[in-house]
């Protein structure tokens, strides 16, 4: 079973900060997911990822397939994008679902 | 595409009582999850289709957990009888190719008083 490791779990920062969240996996995956969940809301789906990085607005994401790693970034940062991050892995052969992180708690002051 | 649709998006019920979630996938989606979170927990599958079957269920907590995909428009998540415990909110999504073009419902808050 893959383990999926977010850090931080909580995060509070000004507006206009940069922010990184950082997600690590066991093992080796088909796919990962940056998910938003602001709070008493539904989930939406920010990225999905094989490789490389992909971009969305304010919004980046990396992955390093050989280091079990990714990152999502978060540029200007604004009130609005205060929520809760969550990575998600898919590790595929048999389409078992996803497999989550715990979630970043992230608190943009204005 | 009106995206997962799920209903209803919250429920009170007794202990002992009966409750049926309802879900309704995007159209052309080929699987079907349902999971459950909790604040201690976290996201869990529970259970998920494929093709209208059920593939793994191994994520259902208990018997009192059941879950139907009569069609490929329309699944069901029932706990009978439900307890306090089962509190949590319940999303339902939908998928082509198993984990791939990921989509969620708004969730089910389900509260077992």
């Known amino acids: 079973k893959n383990e999926v490791e977010q850090s931080p779990q909580n995060l509070t920062a000004q507006e206009g900060e940069f922010i990184t969240i950082n997600c690590s996996y066991s093992?080796?995956?088909?796919?990962l997911h940056w998910l938003q969940q602001h709070p008493g809301g539904g989930i939406v789906s920010l990225f999905m990822?094989?490789?490389g990085k992909k971009k969305h607005g304010r919004l980046i994401a990396t992955i390093n397939i050989q280091e079990k790693h990714s990152s999502l970034h978060i540029t200007a940062s604004h009130p609005r994008d205060s929520a809760v991050y969550i990575c998600a892995v898919y590790s595929g052969g048999g389409a078992d679902g996803l497999t989550f992180g715990k979630g970043t708690h992230l608190i943009i002051q204005p | 595409d009106a995206g997962v649709i799920q209903s209803p998006r919250h429920e009170v019920t007794e202990m002992g009582q009966e409750v049926t979630l309802r879900c309704k996938p995007i159209s052309g989606h080929d699987y079907l999850f349902w999971y459950r979170q909790t604040m201690m927990r976290g996201l869990e599958l529970l259970i998920y289709f494929n093709n209208n079957v059920p593939i793994d269920d191994s994520g259902m907590p208990e018997d009192r957990f059941s879950a139907k995909m009569p069609n490929a428009s329309f699944s069901t998540l029932k706990i009978q009888p439900s307890e306090p415990r089962d509190s949590a909110v319940y999303f339902c999504a939908s998928s082509w190719t198993g984990g791939y073009g990921y989509t969620f419902g708004s969730g089910t808050r389900l509260t077992v008083v």
């Open positions: 093992v080796g995956i088909s796919a």
């Open positions: 990822l094989s490789s």
